[in-house]
């Protein structure tokens, strides 16, 4: 399977073993899509890191858990 170009969406890659798969596909050429949590994560730092690879990268942000669950209840 080819990774340089493919697209690939990750979720909770803004931070630990997440964000080293990140890289590792940024590294290899693909472009990334993650989502984070605005309140709590350091998703910035991985969005700079991706960046340094030259690779397009889409941040997704999810709401908070509260707003999921008053959402559905």
Not at 20 to 36: H, T
Not at 48 to 67: L, M, N, Q, T
Request: glycine share 6%; proline share 7%; net charge negative.
């Amino acid at each position: 399977m080819e990774i340089k170009d493919s697209v690939i969406l990750i979720t909770g890659a803004a931070t630990r073993v997440g964000r080293e798969v990140a890289l590792c596909f940024a590294e290899k050429g693909a472009n990334i899509s993650f989502s984070y949590y605005l309140e709590d994560e350091p998703w910035q730092e991985t969005l700079h890191a991706i960046e340094a690879y030259g690779d397009a990268i889409v941040p997704a942000p999810v709401p908070s858990f509260p707003f999921v669950a008053s959402t559905y209840t």
